[in-house]
């Protein structure tokens, strides 16, 4: 029986990391090894198999598992930029400069590059829709700011509540990764960097040369995004399939399992 015992530590552990392989460890003074394969049992992306196996006294056990992970979409976020209201280039009351300024000319709209890279007034975007969960679910899932306590650098899935009325200041010579969750208003600037998805439910100004990495989405209606200095939007599908996986790992069931 120690053997199984130690096989089960194995996928527990196994099941813990996803999508990482192989897990090895031990439960107190026994091995176990596990590995993990995408897609084998199940053809579908949010299906994964795990065996673990396990020796003890010259006793091998192994236990397999399917385990279904959330579900995303990568395709629901074709924009460097997305906001449901006006944005700016250039500065409020001025708006004058082009919207290439600002976002990676060897991914959006210079031939033979086709793919549109920001859209503005986009009254359709929806989390739910985007994500494939509700807020309130995301939110419950996140590790929690404050405007108060907000480190900036930052990995995994993050909310931030910004006090009603004021505005998050994300400035300086750091660095973040994930998704981001913003409860109100923020402005960037500096040298930040984000790899990632931001999801901004206030509104949104940049400013520096802050550079963001994969989606940014400003869902407020109530004002004009403002944009100036040299930050720069870049689309990037990676960065975006690697932040929705902090949420689609989140939710982890197990399928089925059975001893070989």
Same mark, same amino acid.
């Given at each position: 029986?120690?053997?199984?015992?130690?096989?089960?530590?194995?996928?527990?552990?196994?099941?813990?990391?996803?999508?990482?392989?192989?897990?090895?460890?031990?439960?107190?003074?026994?091995?176990?090894?596990?590995?993990?394969?995408?897609?084998?049992?199940?053809?579908?992306?949010?299906?994964?198999?795990?065996?673990?196996?396990?020796?003890?006294?010259?006793?091998?056990?192994?236990?397999?598992?399917?385990?279904?992970?959330?579900?995303?979409?990568?395709?629901?976020?074709?924009?460097?930029?997305?906001?449901?209201?006006?944005?700016?280039?250039?500065?409020?009351?001025?708006?004058?400069?082009?919207?290439?300024?600002?976002?990676?000319?060897?991914?959006?709209?210079?031939?033979?590059?086709?793919?549109?890279?920001?859209?503005?007034?986009?009254?359709?975007?929806?989390?739910?829709?985007?994500?494939?969960?509700?807020?309130?679910?995301?939110?419950?899932?996140?590790?929690?700011?404050?405007?108060?306590? +907000?480190? =900036? &650098?930052?990995?995994?899935?993050?909310? #931030?509540? /910004?006090?009603?009325?004021? @505005?998050?200041?994300? %400035?300086? *010579?750091?660095?973040?990764?994930?998704?981001?969750?913003?409860?109100?208003?923020?402005? +960037?600037? =500096? &040298?930040?960097?984000?790899?990632?998805? #931001?999801? /901004?439910?206030?509104?949104? @100004?940049?400013?520096? %040369?802050? *550079?963001?990495?994969?989606?940014?989405?400003?869902?407020?209606?109530?004002?004009?995004?403002?944009?100036?200095?040299?930050?720069?939007?870049?689309?990037?599908?990676?960065?975006?399939?690697?932040?929705?996986?902090?949420?689609?790992?989140?939710?982890?069931?197990?399928?089925?399992?059975?001893?070989?």
């Amino acid at each position: 029986m120690r053997a199984f015992w130690t096989a089960e530590a194995g996928l527990a552990e196994a099941i813990k990391n996803l999508p990482s392989s192989p897990n090895d460890g031990y439960l107190g003074a026994y091995y176990y090894h596990s590995e993990t394969d995408n897609k084998r049992t199940i053809s579908a992306n949010d299906y994964y198999d795990i065996s673990s196996t396990s020796t003890v006294g010259g006793t091998s056990r192994t236990i397999h598992a399917v385990v279904k992970t959330g579900t995303t979409d990568p395709s629901k976020f074709q924009y460097g930029l997305q906001a449901a209201n006006d944005l700016c280039f250039g500065g409020a009351g001025s708006c004058n400069k082009a919207p290439e300024d600002f976002l990676d000319p060897d991914i959006c709209g210079t031939p033979p590059n086709t793919h549109l890279c920001w859209k503005e007034e986009d009254k359709a975007i929806n989390f739910r829709d985007m994500f494939g969960y509700e807020l309130s679910t995301v939110q419950g899932l996140a590790t929690h700011y404050t405007s108060a306590t +907000f480190p =900036g &650098t930052v990995s995994g899935l993050s909310w #931030v509540d /910004v006090d009603p009325g004021s @505005t998050l200041m994300v %400035t300086g *010579d750091l660095e973040g990764s994930g998704l981001l969750i913003i409860n109100g208003n923020v402005h +960037f600037g =500096g &040298t930040y960097q984000f790899h990632g998805i #931001v999801y /901004v439910l206030g509104t949104m @100004t940049a400013r520096g %040369t802050f *550079d963001a990495y994969g989606s940014m989405v400003v869902a407020s209606t109530s004002d004009v995004d403002s944009i100036n200095g040299t930050p720069d939007f870049h689309w990037s599908e990676a960065d975006i399939i690697s932040a929705l996986q902090h949420l689609a790992f989140s939710t982890k069931v197990i399928v089925s399992w059975w001893e070989f």
